[in-house]
């Protein structure tokens, strides 16, 4: 089985609409896709209703990978699969991280001004889909767009990632505080990327063993932004910790390198996770 658990659609930051994602994931050859947008489940409906025309079956695996913030302002990621969106304090949490994104998204404009880069919150609010969770990748279409850097890529790079003067955090919860909201609405924890360092900080193994504690399900090893020996260490570390090891392919269309099922989950695994998941079914 081919099962790839961390994508991303228009929904929040990706290229594809859920529909053809749908069928991308039936192109590839996935038997199993995670649709994992950021900080939200809106695109769950039209994937699922996508399902019935696809030219091979393809099992949905619903999801959102939850931004979050640690006491010491380390952002981390956490994919929650399976959870019962109907969750009144996982669905609140969610939109107040929604919410939040448009300050956050003025005040790093105002700073790109600042600093002579012209670009401007209506500019960013061109590049977003309609019922789309705004975040940095739409600010680096924009620059796209005005021809201050080539692709997202480069944006990031120069002006938007985590070490950047320009950047500024939103409200999120923390790595816990979200553990515990996707286990209370049924669902499964997996950490995403832990190790993908060219991002920003990452947190140590002592915080990855309190999210363990918390009931923490997996850990995302095998994603691009991994190199080899970062694997070998978070394998171990996930021995350790009695921890699952996934992998994902973290696909954002054409914003990002990242092909459908470059990286996959073992069918062990996953049969491990569906157990563990009581918030909702998988949609076949």
Known sequence: M????????????????????????????????????????????????????????????????????????????????????????????????????????HAMVERLSIAGINVTFADVERQLAPGATLGRPHLADAMVALQIVEDRAEAFDRFLNNDSPFYVSHMSPSPIEAIRLVKAAGGVAVLAHPGASARGDCVDEAAIAAMARAGLDALEVDHRDHSEQTRVQLRALAGELNLLVTGSSDFHGTGKLNVLGENLTSAVVWEELLSRATGMAVVR
């Open 2 to 105: 081919r099962i790839d658990l961390h994508t991303h659609s228009t929904i929040s930051d990706g290229t594809l609409t859920p529909t053809q994602l749908m069928s991308a994931a039936a192109a590839a050859g996935i038997d199993v896709i995670g649709l994992t947008d950021h900080d939200t489940t809106a695109g769950w409906n039209e994937a699922i209703a996508a399902l019935a025309s696809l030219h091979r079956r393809v099992a949905l695996a619903p999801g959102a990978e939850i931004s979050c913030l640690t006491d010491d302002s380390i952002s981390v990621h956490l994919v929650g699969l399976l959870f019962d969106r109907g969750n009144t304090d996982l669905a609140a949490t969610l939109a107040i991280t929604r919410d939040d994104r448009i300050p956050r998204m």
